[in-house]
C-alpha cells in the first residue's frame, strides 16, 4: 500500500492510497519475531507508475499476503528441505501438547521450530459445593469437549507422542479418561495413543507454560523419540567422545571438510551437526560451502543434523563453530593436517588458535578455527 499525493495544475494537493505490486532486489532483511513479519529492503528493479525504478523501498511479508521469490542461481538443496518441512507442518509434527487446566485446554501441534496453536477449549465450571454432583458433571463434559476436539487434530492411524501437562491432577485426570474412552469406545484405534500419552506438570494452563514443560529434563527423556531429544543426544554423545579423547569426535569447519572428504561420515554412524546460522551467511559463498558439505554427506549415506540456533543444543554447537562430526572410523591428528589460512587468506596466530583447545571445560580435539569469524 502506497500513499500517493497528487498535485493539480492549481497547486492544489490530494492524498490517496493505492495497492501497487513492486519488484525489489533484496539487499537487507529484518525478522519481527512479535509481529511474524519479515521485512526485506532493497532498490525497486522493475518500472512501477507509482516508485521510481532504482529507489529503495521496503516490504513487509506477513502472513495470507502472497509474494514472489526469485533466486538468480535457483534454489540449493538445503534451502529446499527446509521449504517443504515448513508447509508440511502435520507431516513434521514432532508431538502434540495440551496444556490445561479446569476449564481451559490448549491443543497445540509441536514442530521441529515452533508450537503452533490448533484449537482453544474453554468452560466455565461451578464452584465445588458440598453435596453437589454440579461440579463433576462440569468436568466430565469439559473432559469431552477437549477429547473430541483432539480427536479431530489427531490421525490415529499413526499417532504422533501427546503430552499432557497442567498443574495440579487436571491431566491425570483427563490421562485417565483418555484411558477409559479408548478402553470402552468403539475406535480401537485410541489403543495405540495410550502408551504415547506422557503427563508432567505445569506452572498454569496457559499457552506461555508450555515452554517451561517442554525444557523439562523429565519430559524430554519420556519424549525421546522426537527429533528436539535426538539432536540432544547426539550432542551429548559427541562431548562424551570428546572427554574420552576418542579420534571420531571432531569440531570446527576445516576439520569436518576434510573428514567429509576422506568419506569418514558415511554409512555406519557417520554424523555431521551443523548449525542453521552457517546457511544464513550474508556471504554466499559461505552458504554454497556448507550446502556442498552437507550434500557430500548425504551422498555417503551419513546422517545431517542441522541444529536450530535459537534452540539450546544449537547454542552449544556454536561454541564448537557452527560445526562437528561424529565419524565413522577415528582419524588421529586431523587438527595437524589442515593448512592454517583462514578464509580471508589470513594468517591466523598458533598460539591463539592452537590445535588443541578445550570447550564447556573439555579438552578436546580442535584444528586451528580459521572460520573463527563465523563463530
Not at 1 to 20: D, F, P
Not at 213 to 221: E, F, N, Q
Not at 270 to 287: K, P, Y
Request: net charge negative; charged share 25%.
Amino acid at each position: 500500500m502506497r500513499k500517493i499525493i497528487n498535485e493539480s495544475g492549481s497547486g492544489s494537493r490530494s492524498n490517496e492510497r493505492v495497492h501497487t505490486t513492486l519488484t525489489i532486489r533484496v539487499s537487507k532483511l529484518d525478522f519481527d519475531p512479535q509481529a511474524a513479519q519479515l521485512h526485506v529492503s532493497g532498490r525497486v528493479a522493475e518500472e512501477n507508475k507509482h516508485v521510481k525504478l532504482g529507489s529503495f523501498h521496503t516490504l513487509d511479508l506477513e502472513l495470507q499476503r502472497n509474494f514472489t521469490l526469485e533466486k538468480a542461481e535457483g534454489w540449493d538443496s538445503v534451502a529446499l528441505d527446509m521449504l517443504k518441512e515448513a508447509i508440511d507442518q502435520e507431516a513434521k509434527a514432532q508431538l502434540w501438547a495440551v496444556v490445561m487446566q479446569e476449564g481451559l485446554a490448549n491443543i497445540c501441534l509441536i514442530t521441529d521450530h515452533q508450537s503452533i496453536l490448533r484449537q482453544r477449549v474453554e468452560a466455565n465450571l461451578p464452584k465445588k459445593r458440598a453435596g453437589s454432583t454440579d461440579h463433576d458433571k462440569a468436568l466430565q463434559r469439559f473432559y469431552q469437549t477437549t477429547f473430541d476436539s483432539l480427536l479431530r487434530q489427531l490421525d490415529l492411524a499413526n499417532p504422533k507422542p501427546l503430552l499432557l501437562a497442567s498443574p495440579g491432577f487436571t491431566a491425570s485426570s483427563f490421562q485417565t479418561f483418555i484411558k477409559t474412552q479408548a478402553s470402552t469406545g468403539s475406535d480401537k484405534r485410541l489403543n495405540q495413543l495410550v502408551p504415547k500419552i506422557t503427563v508432567a506438570h505445569s506452572a498454569s494452563g496457559h499457552l506461555h507454560s508450555l515452554s517451561e514443560v517442554l525444557a523439562s529434563p523429565a519430559v524430554t527423556s519420556q519424549l525421546s523419540d522426537t527429533k528436539f531429544a535426538r539432536e540432544t543426544q547426539l550432542m551429548d554423545r559427541f562431548f562424551e567422545l570428546m572427554r574420552k579423547d576418542d579420534a571420531r569426535a571432531w569440531y570446527g569447519p576445516r576439520e569436518c571438510e576434510v573428514a567429509v572428504e576422506r568419506g569418514a561420515v558415511g554409512k555406519g554412524g557417520g554424523v555431521v551437526l551443523i548449525s542453521n546460522a552457517l546457511f544464513r551467511s550474508q556471504n554466499i559463498e559461505t552458504r554454497k560451502r556448507w550446502v556442498r558439505v552437507v550434500d557430500e554427506v548425504k551422498e555417503q549415506g551419513g546422517e545431517v543434523r542441522v541444529l536450530s540456533s535459537m534452540h539450546e543444543s544449537g547454542k552449544r554447537l556454536e561454541g564448537l563453530g557452527g560445526i562437528a562430526a561424529i565419524l565413522t572410523y577415528p582419524i588421529e591428528d586431523l587438527d595437524e593436517q589442515v593448512d592454517g589460512v583462514g578464509d580471508v587468506g589470513e594468517e591466523l596466530p598458533e598460539e591463539e588458535f592452537g590445535g588443541h583447545g578445550v570447550v564447556n571445560g573439555i579438552e578436546g580435539r580442535s584444528g586451528p578455527h580459521e572460520d573463527i569469524d563465523l563463530l
